[in-house]
């Protein structure tokens, strides 16, 4: 018999955080049942070994995600860079709150792609969707303007993208949250739906006018401009 070895891996650098989404299980309302998650790194030099035996064992690309964020590891250039140098492919997910300079240029550099976790039209949903001061939504729009920008001066083809977890409270904003990812220049936002209750009356409510939205969305696409999401989730 042959051993089947997996090709690509989710790594969580850190499981410390700066934002607390309401939703998520390391930071959220989830905690409250699970536990609080220890606030730990992964130890720099185990982590280049495992990279190693990944790219020795057949593995093909890694994803830098959460745990926490990615953008709060210590080490993050060095792990980027490292990981290119061993000849694996890469994308990482971040919340663009923090993005040191080194750590931009080496992820222009480095990764196949990168998605920014947007979730909001504007500040007021941007504090209810992260948990954190509405005004953080800037900071995170001018990061995602300087990934572009460093991208064209580099001439990387790294693909750039953002997010949208839509519930209740957000649904309303994913269409202008949408139409502002295209002005900023990404290549795609990934839609996600998330409901609490499947089955429910209410949801089955939320489902119909989800997709409804998804359709409209959908209408904001061009050659450079994709919207994505799921097809069987909702």
């Known amino acids: 018999t042959r051993t089947t070895f997996p090709i690509a891996f989710d790594i969580d650098l850190t499981n410390l955080c700066n934002h607390r989404c309401p939703h998520c299980c390391g930071t959220g309302e989830l905690t409250k049942i699970s536990g609080q998650m220890d606030k730990t790194h992964q130890d720099f030099e185990r982590l280049k070994k495992l990279l190693a035996e990944i790219k020795e064992l057949g ?115 994913a269409y202008n949250a949408a139409q502002l990812s295209r002005e900023l220049g990404v290549d795609y936002i990934r839609i996600r739906p998330y409901f609490q209750k499947p089955g429910d009356d209410s949801t089955r409510i939320e489902i119909d006018e989800t997709l409804k939205l998804l359709e409209k969305c959908k209408e904001l696409e061009t050659e450079n401009f994709k919207v994505s999401y799921p097809k069987h989730r909702v």
């Not at 792990?79 to 222009?108: P, Q």
């Not at 209810?128 to 064209?152: D, M, S, Y």
């Open 59 to 173: 593995g093909r690309s890694v994803t830098y995600a959460g745990g926490g964020d990615p953008s709060l590891y210590p080490h993050l250039a060095e792990v980027l860079r490292y990981t290119k140098s061993m000849g694996l492919d890469m994308g990482m997910y971040t919340n663009g709150h923090i993005l040191k300079e080194e750590c931009l240029d080496a992820m222009i550099d480095c990764c196949t792609w990168i998605r920014i976790s947007l979730d909001a039209d504007g500040p007021q949903m941007y504090q209810i969707a992260h948990g954190v001061p509405g005004q953080i939504f800037f900071t995170v729009l001018n990061n995602i303007k300087r990934l572009i920008e460093k991208r064209k001066a580099k001439q990387s083809k790294v693909t750039i993208a953002t997010c949208f977890l839509i519930g209740p409270k957000t649904l309303h904003g």
